[in-house]
């Protein structure tokens, strides 16, 4: 790794003039906070502490550390194109303090033996991993998975990500399954029979570029089956990296109608949109596609609204001569950890006036209500450091150099960003970014 | 690029006719046209690419097309290899940036490319020196096959502008229809694409062509038109019922062609399924200039190749 990071340990640090925006506490003014033992003491004005060390963040926000409910982190299984090690790091350089783990490793997280192992290794990193574990056996669509083990294991929700289960007998079961222990279903809603060998958004940019693309309907029809699944089950459904206009009408609808319903979306479905293809680079190939003008609006509007809650990348290492083969065979996705805050920053906070609490509630507090871990998304006085120092305002460009990943396959190169993470602290040690 | 009034080459590949302008078109058929002369000699051949190499790599079967370069390229005189994949270390698990980058070091001028994924030629055209040709990418363009098309025409029709070119087959699959709508609409050609739904792109009308399912409306006071090979190998994805379907409600015989203008001429890219996609009666008549488009291609194919060493030779 080119980049490493290395924690400080925080034995007695006073942070002062931050301007806290903690929307869980209803904080949004200029105060200190005192850290002590890796954990916070208090906040307020005016902090005084012996022998403590100072940090001065005049003209710097402190919000809650950012929580991602969507990263692959590869291992077991796929090291060559990240580790739990490399996922930590890319994960606190974009000011991540806890990442939700797809089970797509080799073997598949199916059983508590895996989860217990991805944890253990966080554990040693001192990075919070909350892994999630497949629905089915294998990600195989027939079997459901042992979800009692999983949970007491530690998993938080279940899916098969990008092998969302056909059968909808078989989803059924399997749902009905994860709500007898409470775990949420994270729904990478796409029909594969729809989809099938698609490289991109079907639509007048593929039909240009001579591509095979997979339509909306792929992901829209996926939606539908899944939100008449949970009125008949009452699940609790968390739809990952929401991207066509149809499934943010949707999900809008069902929650209306009180359906236990959550969603998601990427920094890249709300920042690009399948335009990117012209160049037949492969980091614009990722499932779903980037789609339309007209959609990323909607996923804008869904965020604005509330239909759309939550902020994730879907972090999706694979290394260069993976990425690098035909066009059709290259795998799927993006890695996102490092530029999230930024194109974020970018497109809402200052593209559509974002206050900062928005920012924080749908990249931090509101994932952290989802995963119903009380002590993420909001400063707790006892509880580990776990936040972010942020400069709203500074300029900077995301370069291939910068990258802590293993894998270096970004969608965002030499995108123009506004605002960068400074500082994050994750589990009371801090890193200097 | 326009250098006393005339237009002169600047790119050193030629990836596919979107990316092209009318005038860059219309300088290829000209250049063209001075070459088609040059086949019909005693002695074939003019020395305009004496020392300069040329390397067909053609990744996917190719017979016709792989021929016609090889021809294109000893009658202008260059130095010429053929790669097909199965000879290439590429079957010994080499990428395509090395399989190029080894070319190059070779010192080779000119690429000519085909490929079975889409954008591959752009994807390399960035990493090379070598001027890159694109004989087929995917399903994408098929450049050289839309230029020989527009030649013909042009030939025979004296003119491109206004005519009415029909399309008819399997166009989701065609490079040389896409190829073909880039290139004709830029002209002024009215295009008009004929086929099942499932065998037509999503949203081709915005490429400034009109989508007609009825082949006999759809060839109505046509002034050409080209069939496309129906492709055997995609049966598997459910887009049409049957072969005996296909011919039956898309195949072009001697009496359906008599929608089209009396003088209207019939192309073919090539394989040609008679009895599928043509009746073979047709296939052989005075109307049909499948032949025709096989001799034109040569002096296309020698056009792109001279222009684009033009280019290469005013970089260096």
């Known amino acids: ?433 | 690029m326009t250098q006393n009034g005339k237009l002169s080459w600047k790119r050193k590949d030629l990836l596919g006719l979107r990316d092209l302008s009318a005038e860059e078109i219309e300088l290829i058929l000209d250049t063209a046209k001075s070459f088609s002369e040059v086949s019909q000699r005693e002695v074939k051949k003019v020395p305009v690419m004496r020392g300069k190499t040329v390397v067909n790599l053609f990744l996917e079967p190719s017979t016709r097309t792989r021929v016609s370069f090889e021809l294109a390229e000893k009658r202008l005189s260059a130095d010429t290899i053929s790669m097909a994949s199965g000879g290439s270390s590429m079957t010994k698990g080499e990428s395509l940036w090395d399989t190029i980058a080894n070319i190059e070091a070779l010192k080779v001028d000119i690429i000519v490319m085909r490929h079975g994924s889409s954008g591959a030629p752009h994807r390399v055209s960035n990493y090379t020196k070598c001027g890159i040709v694109n004989a087929g990418d995917g399903i994408n363009e098929h450049p050289t096959q839309g230029l020989l098309d527009m030649f013909t025409l042009r030939e025979i029709k004296g003119k491109i502008k206004g005519l009415k070119v029909v399309f008819v087959g399997d166009i989701l699959h065609s490079r040389v229809a896409r190829s073909n709508v880039w290139g004709l609409t830029k002209l002024g050609a009215e295009v008009v694409i004929c086929g099942p739904k499932t065998l037509i792109p999503w949203g081709i009308e915005e490429l400034g062509v009109k989508v007609i399912h009825d082949v006999k409306k759809a060839i109505d006071g046509a002034d050409a038109v080209t069939l496309l090979r129906i492709q055997m190998e995609r049966q598997n994805e459910t887009l049409f019922p049957s072969i005996r379907e296909y011919a039956s409600t898309f195949g072009m015989n001697t009496e359906l062609f008599k929608c089209a203008k009396p003088d209207a001429i019939l192309m073919h890219p090539g394989p040609v399924n008679r009895g599928v996609e043509i009746e073979s009666a047709l296939a052989d008549s005075p109307q049909s200039y499948i032949l025709k488009q096989v001799t034109n291609g040569i002096a296309v194919r020698m056009a792109v190749l001279y222009l684009l060493s033009g280019a290469l030779k005013n970089e260096k």
């Open chain 1, 1 to 433: 790794m080119k980049n490493k990071l290395n924690g400080q340990s925080v034995k007695n640090l006073i942070i002062r003039n931050a301007h806290i925006v903690d929307p869980a506490n209803k904080i949004d003014e200029v105060m200190d906070i005192h850290i002590k033992s890796h954990r916070i003491v208090k906040w307020g004005k005016d902090l005084a502490a012996e022998e403590a060390e100072i940090l001065d963040a005049k003209k710097l926000y402190l919000l809650p550390g950012l929580v991602d409910l969507h990263v692959h982190f590869r291992e077991p299984g796929y090291e060559h194109k990240e580790t739990i090690d490399t996922g930590a790091q890319a994960a606190i350089a974009g000011g991540f303090v806890a990442c939700v783990t797809m089970p797509n490793t080799k073997p598949a997280c199916d059983n508590a033996q895996v989860v217990k192992y991805q944890m253990e290794r966080a554990n040693v990193l001192n990075f919070n991993i909350f892994p999630s574990g497949t629905l089915t056996q294998g990600r195989e669509g027939k079997k459901i998975s042992e979800m009692a083990e999983m949970k007491a294991a530690g998993a938080v929700a279940v899916t098969d990500d990008g092998g969302w289960v056909v059968d909808s007998g078989v989803a059924r079961r399997a749902y009905e399954y994860a709500a007898t222990y409470g775990l949420p279903i994270m729904s990478h809603a796409e029909d594969h029979s729809i989809s099938v060998n698609g490289v991109m958004n079907e639509g007048v940019v593929s039909s240009k570029l001579g591509l095979r693309g997979s339509p909306n309907a792929a992901e829209d029809i996926a939606t539908a089956r899944d939100i008449e699944l949970v009125r008949l089950i009452k699940c609790q459904l968390h739809f990952q990296h929401v991207s066509t206009r149809g499934a943010v009408a949707m999900i809008r609808r069902a929650k209306a109608e009180g359906l236990p319903i959550t969603a998601e979306a990427t920094p890249h479905h709300i920042a690009l949109t399948d335009e990117e293809f012209v160049k037949y680079d492969t980091f614009y190939k990722m499932s779903p596609p980037l789609r339309t003008e007209k959609d990323r609006q909607a996923i804008m509007a869904g965020l604005e609204d509330g239909t759309i809650d939550a902020i994730a990348t879907d972090h999706a290492p694979h290394a260069l001569e993976e990425k690098d083969r035909d066009i059709e065979v290259a795998p799927f996705g993006t890695i996102g950890l490092e530029s999230a805050f930024g194109v974020i920053m970018t497109e809402l906070f200052h593209g559509r006036k974002w206050k900062m609490e928005d920012i924080v509630r749908k990249m931090s507090l509101t994932p952290a209500e989802i995963l119903k871990k009380t002590n993420f998304g909001r400063l707790k006085t006892g509880e580990q450091a776990n936040f972010i120092l942020v400069d709203a305002e500074k300029d900077w460009v995301f370069a291939e150099e910068d990258v802590h990943s293993r894998s270096l396959n970004s969608c965002f190169y030499g995108k123009k960003l506004k605002g960068k993470v400074l500082h994050t602290f994750v589990k009371g040690y801090q890193y200097a970014l």
